[in-house]
């Protein structure tokens, strides 16, 4: 059974940074493209950042860029997303993401992170 577990989420001030994780259990992470979701109240879910898997190249929402790094451990079968220079309007839930190669969908339940004075 594939599950995708998050966490690292918290109340930080702005300008202050988190560490989120993404392990995984039942598949190898290595092998997928991973992505990282946040959702804020009253809005859509978006893709933050993404990081492939035959090259390891790695995408970032403009909203993020320069502050944000995704990066993955295959030993340990998680991937990180490295969150600095928070704003307020980063404060969402943050969620993981899978395709595997015979289309099915996996979502973690999402770590929330809170940015605030």
């Known amino acids: 059974q594939v599950q995708l577990v998050e966490s690292g989420g918290g109340l930080v001030q702005p300008g202050g940074s988190l560490r989120l994780s993404c392990a995984a259990s039942?598949?190898?992470?290595?092998?997928?493209?991973i992505g990282w979701f946040r959702q804020a109240p009253g809005k859509e879910r978006e893709r933050v950042s993404c990081?492939?898997?035959?090259?390891?190249?790695?995408n970032y929402a403009d909203s993020v860029k320069g502050r944000f790094t995704i990066s993955r451990d295959n030993a340990k079968n998680t991937v990180y997303l490295q969150m600095n220079s928070l704003k307020p309007e980063d404060t969402a839930v943050y969620y993981c993401y899978l395709s595997d190669y015979g289309g099915r969908n996996y979502w973690g339940q999402g770590t929330q992170g809170t940015v605030s004075s």
């Open positions: 990081i492939n898997a035959d090259d390891g190249s790695t």
């Open positions: 039942g598949i190898p992470l290595e092998y997928y493209a």
